[in-house]
């Protein structure tokens, strides 16, 4: 083993979260953390409602799912004004109850020395869990590390509710035993503020020291099944369909590319925030002459052939297949698919959100940027993308090696290295979970 791991042989460290599934970004940042702890000589487990890893390594709780319909129930009535009524009470804390002797079960049958909670201590999207948690680990003494992506006070729907008292228990908590963690420096500086608490920054990251494949026949098939043209261009739009995604100004972009035969095309389905902006982005495709092309039919987490026979991409391919990557967005945690976009070496348009602005402009990327709105300069550098080939080459070319030197796996690896520390220290547990 090498000697970098030695430090760690034969630890266990478990993942908490609502969901450990798919491809939405929490789940991806989990596979990307158990990489590098795997390269420490950790042992990764898993506990979630919903679970893709190995069942060997894993620990499905029936109910720890924020779409299980009494957990939905539970959050709806929470985020209302006024009083809590009882009855909310005793549905939060039975079900608070019942979740917590299934972790503490779950983590002794996995052999836990240590854990990683996944958001499930950050946004209350199931607060009898994060109640659940913050006692657990109590109990056990468990070192913790609670990796925060997006907090209640970053969205509108969780800014009035009958929960207060929740809210400041556990999301996030203040234990000795938990590091804090959060994936950009203006979210550690607004949870110091309201909390008092100290919390690192750890960006995403992707895997820069093993660059992809180059592109195969295969991915190059998927422009034919979305009906796109060899000359036409393939705009990328990599995001769910949510309002914050700013998908109007893609939009917009393919319409003045028109003359390229420019298509859009959207990876991902409507998220968790509705169907309106969906149908909003409908109507207003139609009023600018783009025609929208909804890839989800055709994406999935393997190569393949779907049940009607038609042929599936991952989306990898889907980058791989694209000749530019549109990221409008209007609020990010952080960017994974400006990070995806910079690995598979496309060039992006990219809307200055304020945590680009924050965490990733001032790296140094080679970037198409805009402030409120598209403007003929934003053509124009677009323009000369598609003009002057070399041009195109030499600014992928140099992001890579930006994002190698900011947000590879080693920054990430250096990054962990001292909190695992910690954490594994304040455990103190054997493998027989003695304490």
């Given at each position: ?136 680990l109590q109990e056990t003494r468990l070192g913790c590390i609670a ?115 420019a298509r859009l095309v959207i990876t991902h389905r409507a998220g ?44 990898e391919d889907a980058y791989m297949a694209a000749d530019l990557v ?110």
């Amino acid at each position: 083993m090498p000697e970098r791991a030695q430090m760690f042989e034969g630890k266990r460290i478990a993942f908490v979260s609502t969901r450990i599934a798919g491809t939405d970004g929490v789940s991806l940042e989990i596979a990307k953390w158990a990489r590098v702890l795997e390269g420490l000589g950790i042992e990764c487990r898993y506990v979630a409602g919903e679970c893709d890893r190995p069942a060997a390594d894993s620990a499905v709780i029936e109910g720890a799912h924020f779409q299980h319909d009494e957990i939905a129930d539970i959050g709806v009535r929470a985020f209302r004004p006024g009083p809590r009524p009882p009855a909310l009470t005793e549905d939060i804390e039975r079900w608070a109850r019942r979740l917590r002797g299934h972790l503490r079960e779950a983590l002794g049958d996995l052999g836990a020395d240590a854990v990683i909670v996944e958001n499930a201590l950050t946004i209350p999207m199931h607060i009898p869990l994060g109640l659940a948690l913050v006692q657990v680990l109590q109990e056990t003494r468990l070192g913790c590390i609670a990796h925060h992506h997006d907090f209640h006070w970053e969205r509108a729907r969780f800014q009035s509710s009958c929960v207060e008292d929740y809210l400041r228990y556990a999301f996030p908590p203040a234990l000795g035993s938990i590091q804090h963690v959060t994936i950009n420096r203006v979210a550690a500086e607004e949870f110091a503020r309201r909390t008092g608490l100290h919390c690192r920054v750890v960006p995403n990251v992707m895997d820069f020291g093993h660059p992809p494949s180059p592109p195969d026949a295969y991915a190059q098939e998927l422009r034919r099944a979305l009906g796109i043209g060899e000359g036409d261009l393939l705009i990328l739009q990599p995001t769910r369909v949510v309002a914050r995604k700013g998908i109007e100004h893609a939009v917009e972009l393919a319409r003045r590319l028109k003359d390229r035969g420019a298509r859009l095309v959207i990876t991902h389905r409507a998220g968790d925030e509705g169907a309106s902006y969906a149908h909003f982005l409908g109507l207003f495709s139609d009023l600018m002459g783009v025609d929208l092309v909804y890839a989800t039919p055709w994406i999935a987490e393997r190569r393949g052939t779907g049940a009607d026979g038609r042929p599936l991409f991952t989306l990898e391919d889907a980058y791989m297949a694209a000749d530019l990557v549109t990221y409008p967005s209007e609020n990010e945690g952080f960017g994974n698919a400006f990070l995806e976009a910079v690995y598979y070496r496309q060039p992006v348009v990219c809307k200055r959100y304020p945590i680009f602005r924050s965490d990733i402009e001032p790296c140094g990327f080679r970037v198409i940027t805009f402030d409120d709105y598209l403007t003929q300069g934003t053509l124009e550098a677009v323009e000369g993308l598609f003009n002057r080939p070399g041009r195109r080459q030499s600014m992928v070319e140099h992001n890579y090696q930006v994002a190698e030197r900011c947000f590879s796996y080693q920054v990430l690896e250096e990054e962990l290295r001292p909190m695992l520390r910690r954490a594994f220290f304040f455990g103190g547990r054997d493998r027989g979970g003695s304490q």
